[in-house]
């Protein structure tokens, strides 16, 4: 069964140093989506992203996070600056369409997550 | 804004039996989608089942079912016949259809926790 994948599974960094989360959508979805998770806290929406731009953003990305798809297959999310608040879940996902939740196929399919520490 | 609350921080659950987890919602926005997600505890995300605002049917995956009530805003999880590897956590979420990000609002979860 297709799965999203996520790399680094946990990364460690020094606070102000760039980090780059990397994720392998499902292939043959469009959509796809950043989410966080701070430790033992709900899940929270960062950004969406189509066709090479982004779609929505939330207020926590910030101009210190871009996101990108360099290549077919890569989505990336990049944390120019870290903060200690950034530590968390970061999880990638993507669905195959986007109609606000009227189809089933807008449902979101999540990866493993990477855990970010930042020191 | 739309807002998504689970009102169960933790639940117990004898294996074998039934249980149902909480979930209610706030929009007025016609056109929605409902789906709940399974967190265990390595961490990832597993979705379970999948709810649109104008399906007539409660869904079912399973050994999981959605009980959906529209005018009361609920989207209540039942798992049918407990098993240990349900201990997890829980969470219901929403997206709207004037989102034009398809953005998944999350609710506080629940933690389930099966006894043998």
């Known amino acids: 069964e297709p799965e999203v994948t996520q790399t680094p599974s946990h990364q460690v960094t020094q606070m102000g140093q760039e980090v780059i989360l990397r994720c392998v959508p499902i292939?043959?979805?469009?959509?796809f989506y950043w989410y966080r998770q701070i430790l033992g806290q709900k899940v929270e929406f960062l950004v969406s992203?189509?066709?090479?731009?982004?779609?929505?953003k939330s207020e926590i990305f910030d101009d210190q996070f871009s996101v990108e798809r360099p290549d077919g297959s890569n989505f990336t999310l990049k944390i120019r600056s870290t903060k200690l608040e950034d530590s968390a879940m970061y999880f990638c996902?993507?669905?195959?369409?986007?109609?606000?939740?009227?189809?089933?196929?807008?449902?979101?399919?999540f990866g493993p997550g990477t855990r970010l520490t930042v020191l | 804004a739309q807002k998504i609350t689970q009102t169960q921080p933790g639940m117990f659950v004898q294996e074998k039996e039934a249980v149902t987890l909480d979930c209610t919602y706030d929009t007025s926005d016609p056109s929605y989608g409902l789906f709940w997600y399974k967190q265990p505890s390595s961490g990832e995300m597993i979705f379970l089942i999948y709810?649109?605002?104008?399906?007539?049917q409660n869904a079912t995956e399973g050994r999981y079912s959605l009980n959906f009530q529209k005018a009361r805003k609920s989207a209540n999880l039942v798992i049918s016949a407990s098993q240990l590897g349900d201990s997890a956590m829980y969470f219901c979420a929403m997206s709207l259809n004037n989102n034009a990000g398809n953005m998944l609002t999350f609710g506080g979860g629940t933690r389930l926790m099966v006894k043998p």
């Open positions: 709810q649109g605002s104008y399906d007539q």
């Open positions: 996902a993507s669905s195959a369409s986007t109609s606000g939740g009227l189809r089933r196929t807008d449902t979101q399919y």
């Open positions: 292939s043959n979805h469009l959509y």
């Open positions: 992203f189509y066709n090479n731009e982004i779609s929505e």
